[in-house]
């Protein structure tokens, strides 16, 4: 190692501080763009999500009425129509809190690995 060591790195320094400055510059875009990438994916996402759900919930309500007015008929009694649906409405909602990890935990989340595993191979 010689003494004019740190006097060339520091020359290589000055020479290519221009070409750094535009490299860091230049990723700092690429990260800013990854970001408003993810970023409107997930927007998207959330609205769909918001927009079937609210879609699904006016399928049940409009379901179960008619249902429960069915079985009001059968029965002859709004009272015991409109309860056994609501009897049924509460059975599935158990039965999905039982199974919500099957159902929905574990598919968000191979979903979200899946989606990852997506970005990364886009960016490489």
Do not use: C
Not at 1 to 22: T, W, Y
Not at 49 to 61: G, H, V, Y
Not at 81 to 100: E, H
């Amino acid at each position: 190692m010689s003494p004019s060591q740190p006097d060339n790195l520091g020359g290589f320094i000055a020479e290519n501080k221009k070409l750094l400055k535009e490299y860091l510059e230049t990723r700092m875009e690429i990260y800013r763009l990854q970001s408003v990438r993810l970023l409107a994916r997930s927007a998207g996402f959330l609205v769909w999500i918001l927009l079937s759900l609210f879609l699904a919930f006016l399928f049940l309500l409009f379901g179960g009425m008619m249902v429960a007015f069915w079985f009001s008929n059968r029965l002859h009694s709004l009272v015991k129509g409109f309860g056994m649906v609501a009897l049924i409405i509460l059975v599935i909602f158990i039965l999905i809190a039982l199974f919500r990890k099957i159902l929905f935990v574990e598919p968000v989340i191979h979903s979200i690995i899946q989606g990852s595993k997506e970005d990364a191979d886009e960016v490489n």
